[in-house]
């Protein structure tokens, strides 16, 4: 147990499951820091907001506004380590991702679709959203979008690609939700780059390291 005031690890014990920071004297909830911990735990293990709820008897919403928080501060985190390591760029791809409910519509249109560029460098997979053309599409030509299919970036050999195995990690892990809103997008996004980046025991680290 680290305070987040002041960063000290000497508390005191009180009455009603409180502990006090030796230094700062700032309280915490024994209670409140277990339930922090479950839900931490939770998503490491990779469970939805909906199955982590129901697994520990909790509000749906107090599970998934934790969750939305660990998702802010992962995007923090990644953005800072995208910025801060050198960059080789040794593959670089584009990709098109399109929500489970296009799918079954059968929609391909790329006006529709979450416009994604992949880098990856120095071992790692970093992504980037780009601007989306739904909003524009009466003020664009009809040959616009041959002209974005016929240009898209990709490898020369893409199916061998660490982009590539990425690509399928993503899709494979956002079949498990109902839906994601593109205003949301990003941070399941950044979850995936994370998961994908990093092994178990480095994740959970991070996750402590950041929270």
Not at 46 to 70: C, F, G, M, P, W
Not at 71 to 79: D, N, P, Q
Request: charged letters at 35%; glycine letters at 2%; one cysteine or more.
């Amino acid at each position: 147990m680290i305070c987040k005031n002041c960063g000290n690890t000497s508390f005191y014990a009180l009455a009603n499951d409180y502990i006090k920071c030796k230094k700062c004297a700032k309280k915490y909830s024994l209670k409140k820091l277990k339930l922090d911990e479950d839900i931490l735990i939770g998503f490491w293990e990779n469970k939805t907001a909906l199955q982590l709820s129901k697994h520990l008897n909790l509000n749906y919403k107090t599970v998934k506004n934790r969750y939305d928080e660990i998702r802010y501060k992962l995007s923090k985190f990644l953005e800072d380590e995208y910025n801060n390591l050198p960059k080789d760029y040794s593959e670089y791809e584009e990709h098109y991702y399109f929500t489970k409910k296009q799918k079954l519509q059968n929609i391909k249109s790329l006006y529709e679709a979450i416009n994604i560029i992949g880098f990856y460098s120095s071992d790692k997979v970093y992504t980037l959203l780009m601007p989306n053309l739904k909003h524009r599409r009466e003020s664009l030509n009809q040959g616009f979008e041959e002209y974005l299919n016929w240009h898209r970036i990709y490898s020369k050999e893409s199916y061998k690609t660490k982009l590539y195995d990425f690509w399928k990690f993503l899709e494979e892990n956002l079949k498990k939700y109902k839906g994601v809103e593109q205003d949301n997008f990003f941070y399941y996004l950044k979850e995936c780059e994370f998961r994908f980046n990093y092994d178990k025991k480095e994740q959970i680290e991070i996750l402590n390291r950041i929270l």
